[in-house]
């Protein structure tokens, strides 16, 4: 039994009960099966449907349907206890064709990887010059057509802690679960990481595999890693249910 509980909760309108429930033990078979062995952090998930309310203690994952939900639900960053919140925008998934269990599983090694989404990895080529790299799990491989099914359900596929690790050699260890990776900070093909140039000045940006930086001007979507990762701490707000 692991000392991490995590409710995964269904508030949106466009997935049942049911399929969020399916989805749950393929969820969970990742964390305690793929995941903790390589990260060393361990789960156990809880399904709350719809009208329900999860259990005191836990940490929760909510299946929304939009940011625009999320923002009217309060902005909300934390639980009511204050701890770990992430969320999953369901219905934009199915509007631009991705899988939202992909998104689910995304969102929930994330949040195990990073609950505070405070850690950066620092790579210091000389004592002037410097870059912190997002401490996020599955942005460089978020891809769907990286991801892996366990029982017929597709979820992410993550980075191994070697990514983070400038000092690795290319090809001299397993970078990600699926193999897809070969040296550490590569980004796979829709794959992106946040950035800090400790040196510029201009804060958290993003880079893409594709090479292009898409800066952090735009606002993040809301109640996303990106806008927690950029808002002050006291700042952050509580869910009151």
Known sequence: MANIKIAVINACTVLTDKQVGTAVPALQTQVHRDFAPAWGIDADLLFVPKGKKPPQGSWWLVILDTSDQAGALGYHDLTKEGLPLGKVFARSDIQYGYQWTVTASHELLEM????????????????????LYAYEVCDACEADSFG??????????????????????????????????????????????????????????????????????????IGSRREHRRTPRDQWMKSGV
């Open 148 to 221: 892996y099914k366990i029982n017929g359900t597709l979820v992410s596929d993550f980075v191994y802690p070697a990514w983070f690790e400038s000092f690795r050699k290319k090809g001299g260890t397993q970078f990600d679960y699926g193999k897809h990776i070969h040296e550490p900070f590569q980004l796979l093909a829709g794959g992106y990481i946040g950035v800090f140039d400790v040196k510029s000045g201009t804060g958290w940006h993003q880079i893409t595999a594709e090479g292009a930086p898409l800066r952090y001007d735009m606002r993040p979507r």
């Open 112 to 131: 195990l990887g990073d609950p505070d989404i405070n850690l950066t990895a620092f790579v210091q080529p000389n004592a002037k010059t410097g870059t």
